[in-house]
C-alpha cells in the first residue's frame, strides 16, 4: 500500500510530504528542522526514525494520531511504553515518540519521531530517552519502521471503536495530570477517552472535564 522515498537528510518530513501523493511515505536519516505541536523544534540528530505518511484528509484527524500512536507503540515492543495523550510514547516520564499530524489541502500528513539510535541533548535528557538506552543495545530501524507501517495500514481498515479500546489499553490512563490548556491549567486523573479521542479529566471533586487540547504534565504514574 504504501511506497516509501528515503532521503539523507530533510528539513522537515513533514513539510516534504506535501509534495507527494497518497499512501506515500516520507523516510529521513536526519531532520534540520523538525517539527512538533505549537511550532515547536523537534531534536532529530542520525540515529533517529523520522517519518511522515500521506493520507487521505479526514474530519477527524485525531485518530491518524491515535494509530499512529498505536503502530509505533507495538513496533517497539516494549511493555513499560505507554501512549500518552494527545501524541506522544513516554517510557517511565521520558518521551520516546512523538506525532504530529497536520492537514494540508487534500491531504493528512502524519508525521512520527522515535528516538532509537539517537543521542539526546543533555538540556532534554530529563525529558527524553533514546530506546538504544532501555533495551541497552542499537535498534534496528528498518524492522521497526516496516513493522510501524505494517501495523498502520492495518488500523487504517479498523473501526473507529477498536482504535480507542486499542489505544485505552495501551495509554496512561489512570495517571494523575496536570494539564495546560489555552483555557487554564486543571489537575486530576486522566480518567478516559471519548469517542471523538478527546481526553476526559476527572478532579478532586469528581467532575469530568473535556480536554479538547493542551499540554500533559504527568504526576504520577
Excluded at 523538525?34 to 523520522?50: A, C, L, V
Excluded at 493528512?108 to 530506546?131: C, D, H, M, R, Y
Excluded at 538506552?133 to 492495518?154: A, D, T
Aim: net charge positive; proline share 2%; charged share 30%.
Amino acid at each position: 500500500m504504501f511506497k516509501i522515498y528515503h532521503f539523507k537528510r530533510l528539513n522537515s518530513t513533514n513539510t516534504k510530504a506535501k509534495f507527494f501523493g497518497i499512501n506515500s511515505v516520507i523516510i529521513a536519516d536526519e531532520q534540520i528542522k523538525g517539527k512538533g505541536r505549537f511550532k515547536r523544534n523537534w531534536k532529530s540528530s542520525k540515529g533517529g526514525i523520522y517519518l511522515s505518511l500521506v493520507l487521505p484528509k479526514t474530519t477527524k484527524p485525531q485518530f491518524y494520531t491515535f494509530i499512529a500512536a498505536l503502530s509505533a507503540k507495538k513496533a517497539l515492543n516494549i511493555k513499560k511504553i505507554r501512549i500518552k495523550w494527545p501524541n506522544d510514547l513516554i517510557y517511565g516520564k521520558k518521551k520516546v515518540c512523538g506525532i504530529l499530524t497536520e492537514l494540508k489541502e487534500k491531504k493528512a500528513i502524519v508525521g512520527i519521531g522515535i528516538n532509537t539510535n539517537n543521542e539526546i541533548p543533555f538540556s532534554l535528557k530529563n525529558k527524553a530517552i533514546s530506546l538504544k538506552y532501555i533495551k541497552k543495545k542499537g535498534i534496528n530501524n528498518e524492522k521497526v519502521i516496516k513493522v510501524l507501517l505494517k501495523n498502520f495500514e492495518s488500523y487504517l481498515k479498523s473501526k473507529q471503536s477498536k482504535i480507542i479500546r486499542d489505544w485505552k489499553r495501551n495509554s496512561f490512563l489512570g495517571s494523575q495530570v496536570k494539564v495546560k490548556t489555552l483555557n487554564g491549567a486543571y489537575k486530576g486523573i486522566a480518567y478516559d477517552i471519548d469517542k471523538d479521542c478527546f481526553l476526559i479529566l476527572k478532579d478532586k471533586n469528581g467532575n469530568k472535564i473535556q480536554v479538547r487540547e493542551g499540554d500533559i504534565i504527568i504526576n504520577s504514574l
